[in-house]
């Protein structure tokens, strides 16, 4: 971490799933547990001699003893985008205004020389050989010099990173918001609502557990993350019973709609879903009292 401008190197020793490591992070030395696979995209470049890895989100497996290095400024304040934003703006009208200009130069060297009858083929010379020929350069150049520009107001971080370890590509990798990366979804279990008598809050987190995937699988989200982190151990969502079927819901898995069917203990199937809250199998005054608390969680800022 920088103080001051001087670096210093933090120490992480254990790293769960879910968590999220800043954009602007680079592990520099990375364990992972021999039984499990992490998914971190590894470099080429070496720093004290081990190599970096991008691990923004330990979305599957655990690291252990990892050391983080950090920049001093995060991604949090609200005037960057904007400010990004206001530079790319400004450089496309440069664009724009300089080759409008050019044109109009080449049109008054035109008359000066009298030479209208060249004017209509002349004018268009440049839009049908010159312009297409230089475009790769001019977007090269506008894409290195843009890279670094967004790299200086730290919206974006540039990387080589290596493409199962034959080639290398130069990556950029934007921090837009701030949400994702900075802050980790939570839930407060005094903020859950039951609407059924027969089930505590306990019995719903586990449920809800269920449904989500397990700590164990390539990718899990960061929102089942954050409802694995209300058990104490996240073992507990699926100890005791044997999942039959896991997967997304109507083929939906960008709205985490998940529906996990298993055996419990006493062996009686069952089938527990979690997603949109208005499909669930209940009455219509059931259904809107749902629709009022989320509009008034919703008020409250609170995402339901």
């Known amino acids: 971490?920088?103080?001051?401008?001087?670096?210093?190197?933090?120490?992480s020793y254990f790293s769960r799933f879910g968590d999220i490591v800043p954009s602007n992070a680079r592990v520099l030395r990375f364990q992972k547990i021999a039984t499990m696979t992490c998914w971190a995209k590894r470099s080429v470049d070496c720093v004290h001699g081990f190599l970096i890895y991008y691990?923004?989100?330990v979305s599957c497996?655990?690291?252990?003893?990892?050391t983080l290095r950090l920049y001093p400024q995060?991604?949090?304040?609200?005037?960057?985008?904007?400010?990004?934003?206001?530079?790319?703006?400004?450089?496309?009208f440069s664009l724009i205004l300089a080759g409008t200009v050019a044109e109009l130069f080449l049109i008054l060297l035109f008359r000066k020389h009298n030479l209208e009858y060249m004017l209509h083929n002349c004018h268009f010379m440049p839009l049908i050989g010159e312009i297409p020929m230089a475009m790769p350069v001019v977007l090269y150049l506008a894409s290195a010099l843009g890279s670094l520009r967004l790299c200086f107001l730290r919206i974006a971080s540039r990387g080589t990173v290596a493409l199962e370890d034959l080639a290398s590509t130069d990556v950029m990798l934007f921090n837009l918001t701030g949400t994702i990366t900075c802050n980790k979804p939570c839930f407060f279990r005094d903020k859950i609502e039951l609407f059924a008598n027969s089930v505590d809050k306990d019995q719903a987190i586990i449920l809800a557990a269920r449904a989500s995937r397990?700590?164990?699988?390539?990718?899990?989200?960061?929102i089942d993350a954050a409802i694995l982190s209300l058990l104490d151990d996240p073992e507990q969502a699926r100890a005791g019973i044997?999942?039959?079927e896991h997967h997304a819901r109507f083929f939906v898995a960008l709205k985490l709609m998940f529906l996990t069917t298993y055996i419990d203990s006493n062996g009686s199937k069952c089938c527990v879903f979690k997603g949109v809250a208005h499909q669930c199998g209940c009455n219509k005054a059931v259904k809107e009292k749902i629709s009022m608390v989320m509009d008034s969680f919703a008020l409250d800022g609170i995402k339901p």
């Not at 103080?3 to 190197?9: A, D, F, G, V």
């Not at 497996?61 to 990892?66: A, E, K, M, Y």
């Open 1 to 11: 971490m920088c103080t001051q401008q001087i670096w210093s190197l933090v120490i």
């Open 55 to 57: 691990a923004w989100t």
């Open 61 to 66: 497996g655990q690291g252990t003893r990892c």
């Open 74 to 92: 995060r991604y949090a304040q609200p005037g960057q985008l904007k400010e990004g934003i206001m530079v790319a703006g400004c450089f496309c």
């Open 214 to 222: 397990s700590q164990h699988e390539f990718c899990i989200e960061s």
């Open 242 to 244: 044997e999942v039959l």
